[in-house]
Every structure is written in C-alpha cells, then in structure tokens.
C-alpha cells in the first residue's frame, strides 16, 4: 500500500486530518514559531535504539534544520531583485526586474518537465548559464554576482530552527558522520557557504541539484553510500518531508526520523480532491511568523514581556505602513505627537535605516489642552463638538480643557452666575455658552495668541524643512490636533493623519486630510476586525500603554528668547509605580523591536507581495491577544492601569469596572479577569454571526 502511496502521491484523509488537528489551524498565529523545534529527543531515542549500527546522521536542510519564512516564491523574487541592482552597481547596465524573473520561470518550468521525465535536477548555476548565453552577459560577472545574491536572499528568508545547534552536537558529541542532504536548486558549495552563514557545519553536504539526483525519487540515497563508502544499514535521516525524508530513506534501507512542520507537515503531491485541504500560507501570516521571535524571558516583568512579544511586532508594522503611505504621498515632513507618540518614533527611528527614503520626523508636545482653545469648533465659541476628552461631572474639569487665562474664566463663571463645582448638564453648558458669546472678544484675542505660538512651534520644530506636505502620527485618532495643524498651516496642501487605533465613529477623512488607522475597530468596514473592538476600552488600551511617562503639556508660551517651549500641567501628577511601568514597556518594544532586525529586512525585501490588508490583517491578529483575547494575567496587569483623561485636576479613569461611566471600560479584558474568557470568543462569533446577517439583508435590500 505504501508503494501505491508513493507511486501516485494519494495519502489517507485520516492521515492529512490527524496532522491538521496536531499541527495546523488550532495553533495561535503568535504560537507557530514557538512549536518549530527539532525534537532531539526522538533523534537520541533512535540512535539509542540503533546504537551498534548508525555510524551517519543525516540531516534535511530547508524546513528541519532552517524555517522558511516566507514561500520559495518570494525568495526568488528577493534573489533576482538583489542580482539587478549588484549587476547595475558593478556594470552600469540595467537588467529588467520582470523578464529576468520571467526567464527563470520558464527555465525552472522546463527544468521540472525533464525531471518528471528524465529524473534530473537543476541549479540557479545553470539558470545563470542560460542567461548569460541569452542576454550576452559575462557568465563570470553573473556567476559571482548571481551566487551572492541568492545566498542573500535564502539567509535573509531563513531562520535557525530550535536545537539545530543542539542536534548537530549530538552528532559530534556520539563520534558520528554529521551530512545534510537537500532537495535543493542550490549547488552543493552554495548550500555549504549558506549553511556556514547560520554556524551549521557538517562533515559532508549533498544536493540534488549538483548530484542530479534527488530524494523525491530516493535515487540520492544509493549514490550518497557509494560516495561515503558506508553500508545502507549505517545512516539515520532526519527530515519534516513524509516522502522525501521518512519513507523515501527507508524504502532505500536506511533509517530515519520524521520531523514534520506544525503547519503542513505533509508536503507531496496530492490528488485534486485533496488539494482544498492543503491549505497555502497567506501574505499576513507571512507577516506575522517574520516578526515572531522566541519569547521574552519568563522571569522578566509582565509589561517587558507584553511589550516584547506583542506591542514590538504591532509598531513594526505600523511603522511600515507609514513608510508606505507616506511614500506614496511625497510627504516632506512628519509631526508625532504628545506623549503616546513617543514610542511610535522610537520604533522608527529604530527601521529607519531599512526603510529606504523615509521622510523627516519630529516629536512635538501637543496635549488637546495645550490646543483646544484654538480650535475651530471651541466650546467657547461654536459648541458643535466638544474640543478634548470629556466625560466630566463638574465644570472645572471642562474648563481645564481650555488654555485661557485664570481672569477670563473666572469671569466666565461669574457671569454665568456658576460654581466651578457645579455639576456640568446641558443646563448649565447653556448657561456657559451665554457667558462665553458676552466674553467673545477677549476668547477671540487669546485665541488668536495661541494660534500665532502653536504655528510658530510646529514651523520652529520643522527648521528649514518645508511644510508643503506634511503627516502627522499618534496613537489614537486625534482629530482635534490635526484639525488645528491644519488650520493653522493652510500653506500645506495635504495633512495624513495615521493611527495606531481609531474608532469608526471619528471624523471621516477628505481629500484634503487622508487619515488612516492601523487597528480599525469598525468591523463593518474591516471583516478581519473582531466586532468586540467597538468597545472604546480596546483603543485606551495603545494610549496606556505607549504613555510616555512624563506630564503633559499644559500650553505653550514663548521664552525671552523667543523660543517656543512646552510648559507641563504641574497639576498632574504620575506615580511611581506608572513610571516603572513605562520604562518596562519602552525597553520591551526596543529589544522587540531590535531582536526582530532580520525578519524586518526580509519584510522590506518582499513587501511587494503584500497588500495594506495583508498588514491589516496580522496586526489585528497580533493585538487580539491583548485587546480582546487576553489571558487573564495580562488582564489582571492592564486592568488597573489608569490614565489622564484631559482634566487639570489629574482625575484618571482605568480599564476595569471603576471606569464603566466614563465610557472607558474595556468589557474583553473585565470578562478575562473575572475569568470568563471563553465568553469572549462566544460573544465574538455572535456578533459576527448577526452583523454579517444584517448586512446582507440591507445589501438585499438596496438590491
């Protein structure tokens, strides 16, 4: 029956079933790196058992001993992209990106044909042979160049498995021959000089497409003993691939040891009633198993680990997208702002030398109070909307949005004929509103000082940059500051807001001001999105988190020099506990972020093959673990954390029950703490179930 098995490449449902349950969709995205591991205990086991005959291990290379990142595909594309442009550094002649892929392709596609017919392999050497007799390159200058640009994008897409290192000592540490043999486009030299790039050394190292062989067809076994002199009975092979590396070895009559991948740990050619099961591995979770790295240190506190395996990986790709976009719209300047954004920089900062023509960026202290009195919809003036955060019960917690003086709010009350203590209703709003039109010139003077310091601020901070084209960045959708930068630089033809997380149910964007939120809570427009992040709890969480911890900016006044600087709200105050917190956080996403560097350059090298959707997408799936899945010791940790909410008084709301009034609470993370984390996911799919039904039906309708 096996040989039927080989002979047609037709397995068992059972069998793809048993191992999609063990290996595959069950796993969470952030865990699949995590459960790639050489088992070494099942290679010990064997050579125990086989102690008086195994005098060679064998090792498969791609996929056992180094994880593909991201599909061959996309390595080719790297490879080739890398070959151009050394080419036209070293020559000066432009070789075409898409017909030098294109000639690949129909090589390699014309190379598998003979294969299936001929038994033969090929190499990226003979590729490059037939490009340099085709295109009149010099095959020297190609062949040098061509070598180094694939051995760059193979290590670039790889990554060292979990005990590799430990496996190849085994071997070492027994007195054994230690060999890897690959199915491999690679000629044996290259996979050798590939190998020692990862510290992977071995005795002897063999390649189907230099031998001509492969273990596809077994035909590699048999000339590998001859090679080596050594009896069939004598070699154990270790290899993820059910055909090539388990049963292939083993019907030649050596030994071997299956290591199957988590996610597809049968890799052959499957009957066409089969192939819906196998299941190809999308743009996004490309994304996300780039970005995934061992976990912080369990020992280390909560918040670094949060940082580490999460918040790093989620500003990562917000600081792509923003390179992206901002690309797209050729914009001179970029503006982060207030204290959440300073992380969001720092992040930056950090890929900025990856991410090719960024454009220039400053950090400018901008809290809503620091600009609500400029606003154009003031409360003071218009009240259409409400400048800042609101939620307050009293009157002074709404008068500290403003930055006026002490005289003229005291003449506002008093004119109103109210107590600062006075509970804010729509009564007394109305009364408030009559005393501010009384008090419109002296509103209209300072407001028209502050608007004159906050547009020399933001032209101070940009220097002798223009501000033709200009980008802000910050955590949540501050609509207010943009609006105000806005107005206050009218010389700007276009302000592109981008945001960690917004809600659906902020201002829309227009031509004139484009704004973009990485982590959308509105599940209608975005079918990735979980529809349990309308709860406004999900988008308080980034600002907590990023907090930087320092007081806020109370307003802006100009020194004797008449330099613009940012004054503090001393009435805040920050604690103790609050500061460790963020210095936790700051140094997680910073060896998150730096741990990550590798998978990060080969992001940028096949970012071609992703979509804004695909960095959507991982994002979300990312931040779920936190935002509306959290185990409860992360709930228990984020729960408690309060924030400013835009009062001069300090008053602070948090996460948990305490904040459910204020409009705050974040329900996911209040379910997980109390233990009723499974809820979570019921409610989840509840609500997609209905939302989706309801679309439908009105889509029904307009039909």
């Known amino acids: 029956m096996i040989g039927d098995w080989l002979r047609t490449g037709s397995f068992p449902l059972l069998i793809q079933a048993q191992t999609d349950g063990l290996y595959g969709s069950r796993l969470p995205a952030m865990e699949v790196e995590q ?35 991201v599909p061959s595909d996309q390595v080719t594309r790297i490879a080739i992209k890398n070959l151009c442009r050394r080419y036209h550094t070293e020559t000066h002649r432009q070789l075409p990106f898409s017909d030098i892929y294109k000639h690949r392709i129909h090589f390699r596609q014309k190379m598998d044909e003979k294969a299936r017919n001929q038994e033969a392999e090929w190499t990226v050497s003979q590729w490059l042979n037939v490009l340099a007799e085709d295109w009149e390159i010099n095959p020297e200058i190609l062949y040098r160049i061509g070598m180094q640009s694939e051995i760059e994008a193979e290590f670039l897409c790889l990554k060292k498995a979990d005990g590799a290192d430990s496996a190849l000592s085994l071997a070492n540490a027994r007195g054994l021959t230690c060999i890897a043999v690959s199915d491999t486009w690679l000629d044996q030299k290259w996979l050798e000089n590939l190998l020692i790039k990862f510290d992977l050394h071995f005795d002897h190292i063999f390649s189907s497409g230099t031998m001509g062989l492969s273990k596809r067809n077994g035909t590699i076994f048999q000339s590998i003993e001859k090679q080596l002199g050594t009896e069939t009975r004598a070699f154990l092979h270790v290899g993820d691939n059910l055909k090539a590396d388990f049963l292939r070895p083993r019907l030649s009559g050596w030994h071997s040891v299956w290591m199957p991948k988590p996610e597809n740990p049968i890799q052959i050619q499957m009957p066409a009633i089969l192939k819906k099961l196998n299941k190809t591995q999308k743009p996004w979770q490309s994304i996300v198993k780039l970005l995934t790295v061992e976990p912080a240190d369990p020992s280390a506190d909560i918040f670094y680990r949060i940082a580490y395996d999460y918040l790093a990986s989620l ?45 220039p960026r400053r950090y400018i202290r901008l809290s809503r109070r620091a600009i609500a009195i400029a606003h154009p919809d003031d409360l003071m003036q218009n009240v259409r909307h409400l400048a800042g955060k609101m939620g307050k019960k009293k009157i002074a917690h709404w008068m500290g949005n403003f930055t006026v003086s002490a005289r003229l709010k005291q003449d506002i009350l008093t004119c109103a004929d109210l107590d600062e203590q006075a ?35 933001l032209l101070q901070e940009a220097g002798s940059i223009p501000v033709q084209r200009i980008g802000i960045v910050d955590s949540g959708w501050a609509c207010t500051t943009q609006d105000i930068i806005q107005s206050l630089l009218p010389e700007a033809k276009i302000v592109s807001g981008m945001y960690l997380g917004v809600s659906h149910q902020g201002m829309r964007p227009n031509d004139r001001n484009v704004k973009y939120g990485l982590l959308r809570d509105d599940f209608r427009r975005c079918k990735h999105h979980n529809p349990l992040e309308s709860t406004a709890g999900v988008i308080r969480i980034w600002e907590i988190l990023l907090r930087e911890p320092v007081e806020s900016t109370r307003f802006l006044h100009k020194s004797d020099d008449y330099h613009i600087v940012a004054t503090a709200n001393t009435n805040e105050t920050i604690g103790e506990y609050e500061k460790e917190v963020a210095g936790s956080i700051a140094q997680g996403v910073r060896q998150g972020a730096i741990a990550r560097m590798k998978g990060i350059s080969t992001l940028v090298a096949s970012l071609d093959q992703c979509q804004l959707s695909d960095f959507e997408t991982a994002a979300t799936r990312i931040t779920s673990i936190i935002s509306t899945r959290p185990s409860r010791k992360i709930a228990d940790c984020l729960v408690y954390l309060s924030m400013e909410e835009g009062a001069a008084d300090g008053q602070r709301t948090d996460l948990g029950i305490r904040g459910i009034w204020e409009g705050t609470s974040w329900y996911p993370g209040i379910l997980s703490e109390l233990g009723a984390g499974w809820f979570t996911l019921l409610l989840e799919k509840v609500l997609r179930v209905y939302l989706l039904g309801r679309q439908r039906k009105i889509q029904g309708k307009e039909k």
């Open 315 to 359: 500003l990562i790709i917000f600081s792509i997208v923003q390179w992206r976009r901002f690309q797209e719209q050729k914009i001179d300047l970029v503006y982060y702002i207030a204290r959440d954004a300073r992380t969001l920089l720092d992040v930056y900062d950090l890929l900025a030398d990856m991410l090719p023509g960024s454009c």
């Open 423 to 457: 509970v804010f209703t729509p009564f007394t709003r109305q009364k408030l509103i009559d005393a501010c039109h009384h008090y419109l010139p002296e509103i209209t003077a300072e407001q028209t000082e502050q608007k004159a310091i906050i547009r020399d601020y």
């Open 35 to 69: 459960s790639i591991l050489l088992r070494i205990h099942k290679i010990i086991k064997a050579l125990d058992r086989l102690a008086s005959t195994i005098t060679v291990l064998s090792f498969d290379v791609f996929d056992t001993l180094l994880i593909r990142l």
